[in-house]
């Protein structure tokens, strides 16, 4: 069958048995869409016949937020290469009479195809079920013009329709709810918290989502998407599950935002990891003199792809883990230099650990070069960096054998703009010359990738020489503990020399792979081996 890249799932399956048929029904509809899943719930819809296959409003009982929470749940094991969202336009705890369609809802991605679990008995009946979910969905969606009802055939247990119904009580909701959260890279645990609090809010949705210092001690912050890019994401999100909510969608540079001030609020939703925060925001409310909030409180949703260095837990911080290695954005093509050898372009911080990440690429083959021994080489007497160096500093930064001592010039120019820029405007052309050397001389012998090894390749400007840009990254903290370590230094002088350098997330901007050696070496090795595997090389 042919895939398509959106679709709408239309489950018709009672409440009580939808639980234990989601996972095989995503399986089976993964099969047929490959980007977006809309999932609209109609327990009990009869689409045998033209004059029952009309939407209604479904009754917000406990069993539909339990559901919610299933499908995400279920998605993020069989599907998570699919977004999958469930629409919350027919479902609602009052004034359950009326037509929630009364236009055709337009949602971001136009549906292309139309899939349902509705059990067809006799197989003479198919073209008929296929017309009237082919005209229920285009009463409730607006979607493209050749859209495809297909009915799906999921492998299902023999006993699922034994199951017990839930309570037919209707979930409680209130005016105006809110959550806060980073949201970065919106993922299954996101979408239920979202989801569960559009299911509660009745008149607005307040959303703070933090930024700058909240984002501080986050695992891998670099790799957090801009603020902007988040926003827009939630939004598009929220427009399509329920577009009769008011959004305030607002940063948040602290744990409390406006849930402490704002008057109108009624309750907030929150997860078991994060309750403590939510009490705590009721807390403050008390001490500002207005009423608590209601906590309604979700479950995590456990992540069973998670590795030895993630959460349990679905997270963010295991998504950015996970695209350590990867091609974040595809390299440039560079018409100025060879295909061949393919030049990856190594970077990072002092104590970063490129050079070992450097090291691991020559052991998978590669040529490494390494800028610093080859800036020690234009530093040597006769070389053409060396008169001009002692002519620009003077004769005090020599050896007494005439060589130059790196040290002393290094006191000259630390933390003077002008002296650095004057020594680099020097030595930086040489070495890249020299580098320049050394690929070609590699590509001589055949070898069909190089990693120059270089702390400054985008300082330097000698991005035009490679192919990729590799990053390594490291907590700050963590590169002064390296430094001190390794170098001796204090840690007022460590932080100093870090300080003095790019930051992580500057020299992430320019990127194509990012990587990290935080963890244990065959972590890094695991990145370098995905690097080496997902570029043009």
């Not at 974040?328 to 104590?351: A, D, F, Q």
């Not at 080859?374 to 060589?403: C, K, M, W």
Request: hydrophobic residues 40%; contains cysteine; proline residues 5%.
């Amino acid at each position: 069958m042919a895939m398509f890249s959106t679709g709408v799932l239309v489950l018709t399956s009672p409440l009580h048995t939808l639980p234990l048929r989601i996972a095989p029904v995503l399986t089976s509809a993964a099969q047929v869409v490959e980007r977006t899943l809309y999932v609209h719930l109609h327990p009990g819809l009869n689409l045998g016949s033209a004059a029952q296959a009309r939407p209604v409003y479904v009754p917000a009982v406990p069993d539909v937020s339990s559901l919610i929470s299933k499908l995400y749940s279920n998605a993020a094991d069989v599907c998570s290469h699919l977004d999958v969202r469930v629409l919350l336009t027919n479902i609602r705890n009052h004034s359950l009479g009326g037509n929630p369609f009364p236009a055709p809802q337009t949602l971001t991605h136009s549906p292309e195809v139309v899939l349902t679990d509705f059990v067809v008995q006799d197989s003479s009946q198919s073209n008929v079920v296929k017309q009237c979910l082919h005209t229920y969905a285009e009463h409730c969606y607006a979607c493209t013009p050749a859209l495809v009802p297909v009915l799906l055939s999921p492998q299902l247990d023999s006993d699922v329709e034994e199951q017990e119904g839930g309570t037919s009580e209707l979930v409680d909701t209130y005016s105006d709810v809110v959550v806060g959260g980073t949201f970065d890279r919106l993922h299954g645990a996101h979408k239920t918290l979202l989801n569960i609090s559009c299911l509660l809010a009745d008149k607005r949705f307040l959303i703070g989502v933090s930024d700058r210092d909240l984002l501080k001690n986050k695992v891998l912050k670099e790799l957090i998407e801009p603020y902007n890019l988040r926003v827009a994401r939630l939004r598009e999100f929220l427009q399509d599950i329920k577009p009769c909510l008011h959004y305030d969608i607002v940063p948040l540079g602290d744990p409390y935002g406006p849930s402490i001030t704002d008057t109108n609020l009624q309750c907030i939703v929150v997860s078991e990891e994060t309750r403590k925060g939510g009490e705590a925001v009721n807390r403050k409310r008390l001490e500002n003199g207005l009423p608590g909030l209601v906590l309604h409180v979700i479950q995590l949703i456990k992540d069973a792809h998670h590795s030895d260095i993630e959460e349990e837990k679905i997270s963010s911080s295991s998504f950015r883990t996970r695209l350590l290695g990867t091609l974040l954005s595809p390299p440039k093509e560079n018409l100025h230099i060879p295909r061949l050898p393919y030049v990856i372009g190594l970077t990072g911080g002092t104590g970063s650990g490129k050079s070992s990440i450097a090291r691991r690429l020559e052991a998978l083959g590669a040529a490494r070069i390494d800028s610093d021994q080859l800036g020690h080489e234009t530093y040597r007497p006769g070389a053409p960096a060396y008169s001009r160096v002692v002519q620009q500093f003077g004769t005090d930064i020599l050896n007494e054998d005439g060589t130059i001592n790196r040290r002393q010039l290094g006191k000259k120019v630390f933390g003077d703009k002008e002296k650095l820029k004057g020594l680099t405007d020097i030595v930086w052309p040489e070495i890249a010359l020299l580098v320049k050397k050394q690929i070609r001389e590699a590509g001589e012998k055949g070898k069909t990738v190089c990693v120059v090894d270089a702390a400054v390749l985008l300082e330097a400007g000698w991005t035009d020489m490679v192919h990729e840009v590799w990053v390594a990254i490291i907590p700050e903290k963590e590169a002064v503990s390296r430094i001190m370590q390794r170098d001796g230094m204090s840690e007022e002088d460590a932080w100093r020399r870090l300080a003095s350098q790019w930051t992580n997330a500057e020299q992430v901007r320019h990127a194509n792979v990012v990587l990290c050696t935080l963890w244990e070496p065959e972590v890094t090795q695991r990145q370098v081996r995905r690097g080496n595997t997902g570029g043009s090389k």
